[in-house]
């Protein structure tokens, strides 16, 4: 069996910033923070998840909505495993993740579902690799 540690992060894409979650391979949330949407604001998202997790780029999985553009050519320059997840999926997956109520509607975005997604290991989830997105 595969004992290699891994850490499961969700992106909520939008056009000027980030909202970003992370957890480790138990489900426990190591964080969330939130990032500009700039090569520095990119730059330190990478750092930050490396640095929160302790862990390699290869051992962190990323799910975002957005299977295209800087977000995503960033984490994949940086070694980092890339997901792309259908909005409609993640809203469904987000209905049963979440009872109504049971977190702000800011906590019921992108972010935390899609790192449950990509901890969860959606099949629906489409693995991204540069050839993918230029």
């Given at each position: 069996?595969?004992?290699?540690?891994?850490?499961?992060?969700?992106?909520?894409?939008?056009?000027?910033?980030?909202?970003?979650?992370?957890?480790?391979?138990?489900?426990?949330r190591l964080?969330?923070?939130?990032?500009?949407?700039?090569?520095?604001?990119?730059?330190?998202?990478?750092?930050?998840?490396?640095?929160?997790?302790?862990?390699?780029?290869?051992?962190?999985?990323?799910?975002?909505?957005?299977?295209?553009?800087?977000v995503v050519?960033?984490?994949?320059?940086?070694?980092?495993?890339?997901?792309?997840?259908?909005?409609?999926?993640?809203?469904?997956?987000?209905?049963?993740?979440?009872?109504?109520?049971?977190?702000?509607?800011?906590?019921?975005?992108?972010?935390?579902?899609?790192?449950?997604?990509?901890?969860?290991?959606?099949?629906?989830?489409?693995?991204?690799?540069?050839?993918?997105v230029r």
């Amino acid at each position: 069996m595969d004992k290699t540690p891994r850490w499961f992060a969700g992106v909520d894409w939008a056009s000027q910033k980030h909202d970003v979650w992370l957890a480790d391979a138990s489900g426990k949330r190591l964080g969330k923070r939130t990032f500009a949407h700039s090569g520095e604001g990119l730059a330190q998202m990478c750092s930050w998840l490396m640095a929160t997790s302790g862990g390699r780029p290869e051992d962190i999985h990323v799910a975002i909505e957005v299977p295209h553009g800087a977000v995503v050519e960033t984490l994949l320059d940086r070694g980092f495993k890339v997901y792309a997840i259908n909005p409609k999926q993640l809203d469904r997956f987000r209905d049963r993740l979440v009872p109504p109520g049971g977190l702000r509607i800011s906590e019921r975005r992108g972010g935390v579902t899609g790192c449950e997604i990509s901890k969860a290991g959606n099949p629906t989830a489409r693995r991204m690799s540069l050839g993918l997105v230029r």
